[in-house]
């Protein structure tokens, strides 16, 4: 099997192509430097010609606030991307699998979304990546749509890397406590996409990490298992506005991943030790 991962220079595109080497598995990570995935010309040329099996679409335009004012590039991205590379896809009969987000829900409420309830973003994220859903789903029957939430992972910015450095100059953290989700580490996550790639079970899944917390208890952990002093202060996301929305819940149901036969990942605690872990072996290594 050969299979396309779009978006290698981010967080999961990078974890994803370092499972598929573990496993073996004949693989092309690539980014924006191999082609554009908005323009669908070059897409459809760069994909027909390596001719892969399957296509994992990572790429996406995920700065939440900065969507907000760069609407058309964002939709270009996460709605127009989706549409060209699922387009490739179908002509050469690849399996297409996109990566999508919790976003795509209104976060009302305190259950779980389960991956057939009705939508409703609230950002331009989401209503673009909603988009980008919408496209691969109308491209063909052969996909998998998998939402995702909270991610972070060895290559790029993400929470914990950012709580850790304000750590080294900061005794206080103001953290909000009232959004509800799960952190998700993009290897455990590269495990499960790469055992759901080799199948035909399609659909829409949600995939995260087992239990859940708000950013303040996420942060409170980084806190802890980095042997870090700061101290954090819960606060309520009315304290901390953002220019874009953000669902205040962010539960998901995976009970569909359990139905079809699939490993459910290990709890985020377990994840953020593994981790941080990884951060400090590196660290000693560099």
Request: with cysteine; proline share 4%; glycine share 6%.
């Amino acid at each position: 099997m050969k299979i396309l991962v779009t978006g290698v220079k981010g967080q999961l595109g990078y974890d994803l192509c370092r499972v598929l080497a573990d496993r073996k598995i004949d693989h092309l990570g690539v980014d924006i430097d191999d082609f554009d995935i908005t323009d669908r010309k070059a897409s459809v040329k760069f994909i027909t010609g390596y001719r892969p099996d399957a296509i994992i679409h990572c790429s996406a335009f995920t700065a939440v606030d900065k969507a907000e004012d760069e609407v058309d590039l964002c939709t270009r991205v996460n709605a127009e991307g989706p549409a060209n590379i699922a387009a490739a896809a179908s002509a050469i009969n690849a399996k297409m699998m996109y990566i999508s987000t919790d976003y795509v829900f209104p976060g009302t409420g305190d259950v779980a979304y389960r991956p057939e309830d009705p939508t409703g973003p609230l950002s331009v994220y989401g209503k673009t990546k909603l988009l980008g859903e919408e496209a691969v789903r109308k491209a063909s029957d052969r996909h998998f749509i998998v939402r995702i939430s909270w991610v972070f992972g060895k290559n790029g910015n993400n929470f914990v890397k950012t709580m850790l450095r304000l750590a080294e100059t900061k005794t206080d953290l103001n953290v909000v406590c009232d959004q509800i989700g799960s952190p998700t580490y993009t290897y455990d996550l590269s495990l499960l996409l790469c055992d759901m790639i080799v199948t035909d079970r399609f659909g829409t899944y949600h995939a995260t990490n087992e239990g859940l917390c708000s950013w303040a208890e996420f942060a409170e952990e980084i806190m802890r298992l980095g042997k870090k002093s700061t101290k954090i202060h819960p606060i309520p996301s009315s304290q901390y506005p953002t220019r874009a929305v953000r669902p205040l819940n962010s539960r998901m149901d995976k009970e569909k991943l359990t139905q079809n036969g699939f490993c459910r990942l290990p709890d985020w605690k377990d994840a953020l030790a593994r981790y941080i872990k990884e951060l400090d072996d590196n660290k000693s290594e560099g």
